[in-house]
């Protein structure tokens, strides 16, 4: 539990749902991998959201200096800092919404599955953390390999009897993003005016752009077709080549993770009309886990939209995906059970 000093100002900023000074309602958020590259410029942007009350950042390293830093921005959101396992419980306990982007990058040459000996036992941890005190908040994974990490945390979840399926995201926005902004390049367009549902998975084959739905509605050649697929699903490793063995996708990642998280805080609201695409246990295929669109309101993810038409190659492209994500569903579920 918290101490006494921090009870003491929780209930000066108002309990998660209420109203906080000034008629905006302030919710709760913590960010466990805080000091990391999409941590830190994450962190700041949720201290920018006005829908955020209070701020926890954790990490295993560096959260003192991150949180001083942040605390100094003049934006509504309180920011404490905790640093290290011990202080796990008390960042989570109260959170409406636990934002998980811990572990270690992508290097050169690296899959996102060479990432899960490491990164599985990190998010076990944490959301062994989130079981214990604050099991009714919902979760951004953003932990790699996606694809398998939140097959993971379903099963901790299970374990511990507090799984709500709605309430457990995989983030896959910046998939989207990726798309938006490659087809706007192509089209000539503003890439704010681009929305491209992209359903699968987060990682090669499995991240399945469906063209053929783009808005505005609009047409490509075979060969646009093939180099914006390889393009959205080789987005990730574009930018570890890039930079050359110092990290992957940090600073467009925080961006996507921020705006997936301010659309699950205006769901919370009770705002309509919210959809995103995202990994979920889903029943939009045979398959227990899959991104697709979701419309999200105060519950997590209220309902689950239909894969709509696809052309023939996104039919195989589904094919292909699907073998995929079959296998790394497996390994996350065995990573627990066994
Ligand atoms: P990073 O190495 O810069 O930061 C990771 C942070 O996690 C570090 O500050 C580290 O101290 C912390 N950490 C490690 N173990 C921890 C533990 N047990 N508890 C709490 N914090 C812990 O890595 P970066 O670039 O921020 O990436 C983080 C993760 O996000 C990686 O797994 C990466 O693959 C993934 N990612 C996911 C994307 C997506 O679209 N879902 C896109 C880009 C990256």
């Given at each position: 539990h918290p101490p006494s000093s921090q009870m003491e100002e929780t209930s000066l900023l108002g309990r998660s749902g209420c109203r906080a000074k000034g008629g905006t309602p302030g919710f709760k958020v913590a960010i466990l991998g805080a000091a990391g590259g999409i941590g830190q410029p994450l962190a700041m942007l949720m201290k920018m959201n006005?829908?955020?009350s209070v701020l926890h950042l954790y990490d295993v390293v560096n959260t003192p200096g991150v949180t001083a830093d942040l605390s100094?921005?003049?934006?509504g959101a309180v920011v404490r800092g905790f640093l290290g396992q011990a202080q796990l419980d008390n960042a989570l306990t109260g959170m409406d919404l636990v934002i998980i982007p811990a572990g270690v990058p992508r290097k050169p040459?690296?899959?996102?599955?060479?990432?899960?000996n490491i990164n599985a036992g990190i998010v076990r941890t944490l959301c062994e953390g989130v079981t214990r005190c604050c099991p009714n908040a919902i979760v951004n994974l953003i932990s790699n390999p996606v694809n398998s990490t939140v097959p993971i945390a379903a099963e901790v979840f299970k374990k511990a009897g507090t799984?709500?399926?709605?309430?457990l995201l995989g983030v896959t926005t910046l998939d989207v993003a990726r798309a938006n902004t490659f087809v706007a390049e192509v089209l000539g367009l503003?890439?704010?005016?681009v929305n491209i549902p992209v359903v699968g998975g987060h990682a090669g084959v499995t991240i399945?752009?469906?063209?053929?739905?783009a808005t505005p509605p609009s047409s490509f050649t075979p060969e646009e077709v093939a180099y914006l697929t390889e393009r959205i699903q080789n987005g990730g490793t574009e930018v570890v080549e890039a930079k050359a063995g110092t990290g992957s996708a940090t600073l467009s990642m925080a961006y996507a993770a921020a705006q997936f998280a301010d659309a699950c805080l205006r769901g919370l609201r009770g705002d309509a009309g919210i959809v995103e695409c995202s990994y979920v246990a889903s029943q939009v295929t045979e398959l227990p886990f899959f991104a697709s669109r979701v419309r999200l309101g105060r519950g997590g993810v209220e309902e689950f939209l239909p894969l709509g038409p696809l052309n023939e190659f996104e039919r195989a492209g589904l094919e292909k995906a699907k073998k995929e994500l079959t296998e790394s569903i497996h390994k996350g579920v065995s990573f627990i059970k066994s």
């Open positions: 006005p829908l955020v100094h921005m003049n934006t040459g690296m899959t996102r599955d060479d990432l899960f799984y709500n399926p709605r309430r503003d890439p704010r005016n399945l752009p469906l063209l053929s739905q």
